[in-house]
């Protein structure tokens, strides 16, 4: 059987044009850049999951009322473990947003957004970094 798993990713802006980024603790993936984010609990809805892990992997709290979609990621082969679909998530946080590393993330840091869109991330959350550009 192959389940698709259900995840959630969130892009947090400053306004100084920065991004919230992790450093995998866990494989697939260690030691790389990425998103905030991770698995929708059974009776969470990705806003829910997003908020969540949010704050889980950076301390960094936000309503799920100020994120905004920026759509559906679930091409096959974008996750080694399988099949994973993730619904993507922006957020605009304030100026001396005080973000820290804990749960699944190794060390966090605020990347220049445009920047960061042509790196290498974990997965294929350059191009989600590259929605939030249009979206903004």
Known sequence: ???TRYTADVVAVDP???VLL???RWEPFTGQWALPGGHVDPGETSLDAAVRELEEETGVKVAWSDLTRLGTWNAAGRDPR?????DAYLVRV???TIARADDDAAAIRWADLATAARTSLAFDHADILRAAIRAL
């Open 16 to 18: 100084d044009g920065r």
């Open 94 to 96: 304030p100026a001396g």
């Open 22 to 24: 992790i450093q995998r």
């Open 1 to 3: 059987m192959n389940q």
């Open 82 to 86: 399988g099949r994973y679909s993730t």
